[in-house]
């Protein structure tokens, strides 16, 4: 068990720990975490909006309250869209503003301008105007790449024209706000230079302008983000990275989010026309159901550890409990500690790629409901599974079964672990006991 620990160690020393570290502080990887979270309020909202919007009851209720919720919806189905239209709707306008600050400031550019700068890029090769209309229909998921894209592209010129001091420069008294202008001009006469053109040539020669082309070439990998073993190997490398104690979740949420979003978008367009949802991993799936009270599904280790003989874990549950309720664990990953601990290695990989089989199976046989909303990631499981699917019923059942499951892995490892402690505090305990001499008397 030693010899395996120490080399399960030094491949995690060696290779895992400097890759995600790399990664990690990856400057794109970490801009576009940030145009998600700057995006993530206003989706959230506007997800929140499809309850009201499609409210979960059948379509031939009786039901007074029902009925009348249902009606009102109905008949007021165009000035309730508005709000999701204007936020979940054009996703990709928060996004690429997000992105661009990120990325700017990274690179020691005012925030604001490349922000703008972002937002025009994409608005110029991913809303054709024609007829005095803006088309709409790559501003919600169908346009995130292409956010993500154009926002690095106009970012990057912008930073290489500065560093070259290819830039308009005013005298020191004019205000700064009018010398950042200024100073942008020529970054946006080369973004309309170079990206306008290429729209033009793309569209001429496949019919499909650049969003449309980005989609079509991803389309493969946007089918494959959707599989079980996409998500296993996500869950994994979270897991691992984390183990490292490496912040996974950001890595992995960082690279997943923009697919997601995508599969996010087409299942609400589905929704809105009582179609078939169409995608079942999507950040919903993964917050509500494979990290359950955080990273590990440790909300029921958290239980386990509030019963444990050993008074530093029991300490450590009373700590990490309440928490773990909002998918905040880290009182229990460094306090038991759960990272780099050989005897709670393996139901820390294993409990949330067994919640993910479990609930994938489930979504596969139609037994559990779709993500079809937004959810703040702070929200606890069983309520925002239920949110996240719009308010049904099954997949409250999903995490109960989930929790269950998981403390029936965790608690045999648990109670190996509270041998461990117990017998290493008798032993502490027993050497530091005075030694008494005893005489005795003829």
Same mark, same amino acid.
């Given at each position: ?27 794109? $990887? ?34 007074? *309250? ?61 809303? /054709? ?14 346009? @995130? ?41 020529? =970054? ?22 650049? /969003? ?16 079980? =073993?996409? @998500? ?8 691992? *990275? ?52 955080? $990273?590990?599904?440790?909300? /029921? ?9 050993? /008074? ?8 990490? $409990? ?16 759960? @990272? ?8 820390? @990989? ?21 993500? $079809? ?19 049904? *019923?099954? =997949? ?47």
């Amino acid at each position: 068990m030693s010899s395996l620990y120490q080399s399960m160690v030094a491949v995690i020393e060696q290779s895992i720990t400097p890759l995600a570290g790399r990664l990690g502080q990856q400057k794109y $990887v970490i801009a576009i975490r940030d145009g998600f979270t700057a995006a993530l309020p206003f989706m959230i909202i506007g997800s929140f909006m499809l309850v009201f919007i499609f409210p979960p009851f059948s379509a031939e209720t009786t039901m007074g *309250f029902a009925r009348a919720w249902l009606d009102f919806s109905q008949t007021y189905r165009a000035q309730l869209m508005l709000p999701f239209n204007l936020s979940m709707g054009v996703m990709t306008f928060f996004i690429s503003v997000g992105v661009g600050a990120s990325l700017g400031r990274q690179f020691n550019l005012d925030p604001v301008m490349t922000g703008l700068l972002a937002f025009m890029a994409f608005l110029l090769v991913a809303a /054709p105007y024609a007829d005095g209309k803006i088309s709409t229909q790559y501003l919600s998921g169908q346009g @995130i790449f292409t956010a993500l894209i154009t926002a690095i592209y106009s970012t990057r010129v912008y930073a290489a024209l500065k560093q070259h001091n290819i830039t308009i420069r005013l005298p020191k008294e004019v205000p700064t706000g009018v010398a950042r202008s200024f100073e942008i001009l020529i =970054p946006v006469l080369v973004i309309i230079a170079t990206l306008h053109p290429l729209n033009l040539f793309i569209e001429s020669h496949t019919g499909m302008i650049i /969003p449309e082309a980005i989609m079509h070439l991803l389309a493969p990998l946007v089918s494959a983000s959707d599989s079980l =073993p996409a @998500i296993i190997l996500s869950v994994l490398l979270c897991q691992i *990275f984390w183990f490292s104690g490496i912040h996974g979740s950001m890595i992995v949420t960082g690279i997943m989010s923009p697919f997601w979003m995508t599969n996010l978008a087409a299942n609400q367009a589905a929704l809105a026309v009582g179609g078939a949802l169409p995608h079942i991993y999507l950040q919903g799936f993964w917050d509500h159901y494979l990290l359950i009270g955080g $990273v590990g599904s440790t909300l /029921p280790l958290a239980f386990l550890l509030l019963r444990s003989k050993a /008074p530093h874990l029991r300490t450590i549950g009373k700590m990490g $409990v309440i928490p773990s309720f909002f998918n905040i664990n880290e009182p229990i990953l460094f306090g038991a500690p759960i @990272i780099m601990n050989p005897i709670m290695f393996i139901p820390f @990989i294993c409990v949330p790629v067994i919640n993910a089989i479990l609930a994938y199976t489930a979504t596969k046989l139609g037994w559990l409901a779709q993500v $079809v909303s937004l959810t703040p990631w702070t929200t606890p499981a069983p309520i925002g599974a239920s949110w996240a699917a719009n308010w049904a *019923f099954s =997949p409250v059942v999903m995490c109960v079964i989930c929790m269950m499951v998981s403390a029936l892995i965790y608690l045999p490892f648990l109670r190996a672990y509270e041998r461990s402690l117990l017998k290493t505090d008798a032993e502490k305990n027993l050497s530091t006991q005075p030694l008494i001499e005893t005489t005795s008397i003829n």
